[in-house]
């Protein structure tokens, strides 16, 4: 298993549970015109988080540009300035 991907799985079906959550509110209060809504939030690519993922690579004897082409591109990952 790749690195830091072990308990992915966990975070998936903690999201999935909100976002269905979230959905059975809203059909269910539909009727007295209330809503409900998610966030999840993903990665946002700032220098800070740039930092602690250096350092947390580090660690592990990984590096940005030896590994950066092993990790599935995540849609949700935003830059600072798309925000």
Do not use: K
Not at 42 to 53: F, P, R, Y
Not at 60 to 74: C, K, Q, S
């Amino acid at each position: 298993m790749a690195a830091g991907w072990l308990y992915y799985s966990g975070i998936t079906i903690l999201v999935t549970g909100l976002m269905m959550l979230t959905q059975s509110l809203a059909v269910d209060h539909a009727a007295q015109e209330l809503r409900a809504n998610v966030v999840c939030p993903g990665w946002t690519v700032t220098e800070m988080a740039d930092a602690e993922m250096t350092a947390f690579g580090e660690s592990r004897g990984l590096t940005v540009a030896a590994d950066v082409g092993t990790v599935p591109f995540d849609p949700r990952v935003r830059i600072r300035q798309d925000l």
